[in-house]
Nanobody, 117 residues
Framework: QVQLVESGGGLVQPGGSLRLSCTGSGYSLSIYAMSWYRQAPGKERELVAYISSSGGSTDHADSVKGRFTISRDNAKNTVYLQMNSLKPEDTAVYYC??????????WGQGTQVTVSS
């Protein structure tokens, strides 16, 4: 079973940057499409960014386009989310998700990102 661990969250001032990491164990992530989601207090979980298994295709939510970038390093079994120009509305718990070709999904435990002065 795939296990995912997110890291890199924290407190940052508006306009700052963070890089989140999602590292898998148990199985290689190379066959999984990977996504980052976030959930703010009182709101539904929303898709932030997606990357295909090969890394050749990516997509980002309109709210983060031009500021966030998803990438992956299959040799390190890790997916990243580079977040620049952070805004208070980016405050949320960020989760990574691995989607198997079978359609089964695996989630990490989440990492808190707080954007505040």
């Amino acid at each position: 079973q795939v296990q995912l661990v997110e890291s890199g969250g924290g407190l940052v001032q508006p306009g700052g940057s963070l890089r989140l990491s999602c590292t898998g164990s148990g199985y290689s992530l190379s066959i999984y499409a990977m996504s980052w989601y976030r959930q703010a207090p009182g709101k539904e979980r929303e898709l932030v960014a997606y990357i295909s298994s090969s890394g050749g295709s990516t997509d980002h939510a309109d709210s983060v386009k031009g500021r966030f970038t998803i990438s992956r390093d299959n040799a390190k079994n890790t997916v990243y989310l580079q977040m620049n120009s952070l805004k208070p509305e980016d405050t949320a718990v960020y989760y990574c998700r691995a989607l198997a070709p079978s359609g089964r999904a695996y989630w990490g435990q989440g990492t808190q990102v707080t954007v505040s002065s």
